[in-house]
């Protein structure tokens, strides 16, 4: 065990003893020592661990406080907006996507009953044109995204978010555009693609919300350590 894993497990297991920070707390401030300890020995190539520890748990705050600013915080926004998108993104495969649909073969007319987002995610996949099966792809973009920040709990990288909102305005914008090029009215999208649509720019802004947050605790002003500080 290093030295600075040393003294991050004391560290948790003080705040443990003496705050009422509970163990998803401390996970998140674990890593925001943890991290800002590392960016300070990038910054500082003479500091040794125990130095970067000290300056990164100073700018950490104290016990007392941090309890009362979780606790002031409750629920993040950005954990509101990625619970609202996965919610609408699940939801969606579920609820009807396509209308009704009515085709011509010369002898005969067919009828195709409303398609749930899961029959229209599969269709796009194995028989839509180039851009509808990138569309499909989309999907384990997202699901990528989620599996990363609930595994690690931490954002995916900080390109991420404008990938997913990249992908989220190509869903918004290629399907409406395929309807109307086949002769079809708008009025065939239905809820449940729109909810898969808005799903993308729900945790494409909730990731994003959390990497600033992010950054703003670990690339905060740095200082030099004083004489005598640990």
Not at 101 to 125: D, K
Request: one cysteine or more; aromatic letters at 10%.
């Amino acid at each position: 065990m290093s030295d600075l894993d040393a003294r991050i497990r004391d560290w948790r297991q003080l705040q443990e003893r003496e705050t009422s920070l509970s163990p998803r707390e401390l996970d998140e401030l674990e890593d925001h020592l943890r991290a800002h300890a590392d960016l300070e020995m990038e910054l500082n190539a003479v500091l040794t661990p125990e130095q970067a520890f000290a300056i990164a748990r100073r700018e950490l705050g104290k016990p007392a406080t941090l309890s009362k600013e979780f606790a002031k915080a409750g629920q993040p926004r950005w954990r509101r907006l990625v619970f609202a998108g996965c919610a609408m993104f699940v939801v969606s495969f579920a609820l009807p996507a396509v209308g009704e649909l009515t085709t011509n073969h010369g002898l005969f007319i067919m009828n195709h009953g409303a398609v749930s987002g899961w029959g229209a995610f599969s269709n796009a996949l194995f028989w839509g044109d180039g851009l509808g099966t990138v569309s499909a792809l989309t999907n384990l973009l997202m699901v990528a995204g989620l599996v990363t920040l609930a595994i690690r709990r931490r954002p995916p990288r900080r390109w991420f978010p404008a990938l997913l909102a990249l992908a989220g305005v190509m869903n918004l914008v290629y399907w409406p555009i395929f309807a109307v090029s086949r002769g079809d009215p708008l009025t065939l999208l239905l809820p449940g693609y729109w909810a898969w649509a808005a799903s993308f720019f729900c945790v494409s802004g909730g990731l994003w919300m959390l990497a600033r947050e992010r950054a703003g605790a670990f690339f905060g002003p740095s200082r030099e350590l004083q004489p005598g500080e640990e």
